[in-house]
């Protein structure tokens, strides 16, 4: 079955530092991946769309300036978190399904732990 | 709009228990439903789906059924193991190129 992968698993900056978060489709071409962004015991935020050649769409309540996104290909799209503070600390999840196919299911990264200090 | 309910956890069961998480959905159309689940630690994984009405998707021992005319994908499984700790989410999706929406999860644990 198609695999999403995601990379970093696990980082831990300093507060003020960048940190880049990848996700791949590794055997499709993903016109579309989706960020999410997990508190502990929560569920599922959507942060953002992300799309191939053209800008992202953020959910309301999520800043650009700080959540950049870049889907530079067909099967990557990067997450980059911007003068990371502790409150961005969480659980940020990818996922991608196969474009035009309502019947396939999300394919979700193993998700990226930041810790930011 | 779409949208996804499931029962409020946490869910405690011993093992071998029979288990049920209810899930509702408001939709659109005719979305395909899915069960994924999380283990500690980590993404999503797919449980099971289901694309059309009385399909019933099944995995590890898990079913659930697509009700249109109730508008459930209701979670079973016949006997729970200590293993089957985990998160559960139900969700929908009309389109290959829109998110999914998801139900808030539910936390399952098993006790021996």
């Known amino acids: 079955g198609a695999v999403v992968s995601q990379h970093p698993s696990r980082v831990i900056c300093k507060s003020g530092t960048s940190v880049k978060i990848e996700c791949r489709s590794l055997d499709f071409q993903a016109t579309t991946m989706f960020w999410y962004r997990q508190f502990p015991k929560q569920s599922l935020m959507l942060m953002a769309t992300s799309n191939e050649g053209s800008k992202a769409t953020y959910e309301q309540g999520v800043e650009k300036d700080k959540f950049l996104i870049n889907h530079a290909s067909l099967t990557l799209s990067t997450l980059t978190v911007t003068s990371a503070h502790p409150e961005d600390s969480s659980f940020y999840i990818c996922?991608?399904?196969?474009?035009?196919?309502?019947?396939?299911?999300?394919?979700f990264g193993q998700g990226t732990r930041l810790t930011v200090v | 709009g779409n949208s996804v309910t499931q029962m409020e956890g946490p869910v405690t069961l011993s093992e071998e228990a029979f288990l049920t998480i209810n899930c509702t959905y408001t939709a659109t159309g005719y979305p395909s439903l899915f069960w994924y689940v999380q283990y500690p630690g980590e993404g999503l994984q797919l449980l099971l789906k289901a694309t059309k009405a009385d399909d019933k998707g099944s995995n590890k021992g898990f079913e659930a059924t697509y009700r249109k005319e109730t508008t459930s994908f209701h979670l079973e499984k016949g006997s729970v193991q200590v293993s089957d700790s985990a998160v559960y989410f139900c969700a929908l999706s009309n389109s290959g190129n829109t998110p999914l929406v998801f139900g808030k999860g539910t936390r399952l644990s098993v006790i021996a």
């Open positions: 996922s991608a399904s196969i474009p035009r196919d309502r019947n396939t299911e999300a394919f």
